[in-house]
């Protein structure tokens, strides 16, 4: 029986953004029986109200805190070019289209590239389908699966699995056992040490 090990995440949550080298890393170096899976955790619900000024400056901050702490780097003209909403839950939509096409992550990586290196704004729709063009997705289905019942589906499935691992901020890494529940420390720019953490764990409880 393999192991899972869930990462959890939002599209448009930056600190996703920062660990997304180490979590590549990290899973070409995985032991063989891990089993890696994708949950979209939903960091904002949808709203067309622009985002309070206050917030914006917050999350500006942080930007500039994760730059500092991960090398990571972020293009800061999104916050004068694009009307900022604090609005996740379409982007993980996306994903989840994405994935019935068998471009996950290529979606992921896509809209993170969109949000924070080109200053395109992922809460709007029409950034999530520009997207979806340039990933060659067929784009007819992904409009139409973006506003359907099965996505709104497998997205509640993701929340309610979510909520079961017990993750309350993004990102996390949890190793799941049977019935067991394992969260490993996320450590930025340290890879080896997460490997650690998962090979410790996926060797010792077989027995």
Not at 125 to 152: C, G, P, Q, R, Y
Not at 167 to 174: A, G, Q, T
Request: proline share 4%.
């Amino acid at each position: 029986m393999k192991n899972k090990l869930y990462y959890i995440h939002d599209p448009m949550c930056s600190w996703c953004y920062a660990f997304k080298k180490d979590y590549v890393k990290l899973k070409k170096r995985l032991p063989s029986n891990i089993e890696v899976i994708n949950i979209v955790g939903g960091l904002a619900k949808d709203t067309n109200e622009p985002m309070p000024k206050e917030m914006q400056e917050k999350i500006a901050s942080i930007w500039h805190e994760i730059e500092k702490m991960t090398g990571t780097k972020f293009n800061h003209k999104f916050w004068e070019e694009c009307s900022p909403r604090r609005s996740t839950y379409l982007a993980c939509k996306a994903v989840l289209c994405a994935k019935e096409q068998n471009k996950e992550n290529e979606m992921i990586d896509a809209i993170q590239r969109a949000y924070y290196q080109k200053a395109q704004n992922p809460s709007d729709e029409e950034t999530l389908v520009n997207i979806a063009n340039e990933l060659l997705l067929d784009k007819d289905k992904f409009i139409a699966d973006l506003k359907s019942e099965k996505i709104e589906k497998l997205f509640q499935d993701d929340l309610e699995k979510r909520r079961e691992l017990k993750v309350f901020s993004f990102p996390s890494l949890v190793l799941q056992y049977k019935k067991e529940l394992y969260p490993i420390n996320i450590k930025y720019n340290k890879v080896d040490e997460m490997l650690r953490q998962i090979e410790n764990l996926s060797s010792n409880i077989y027995f």
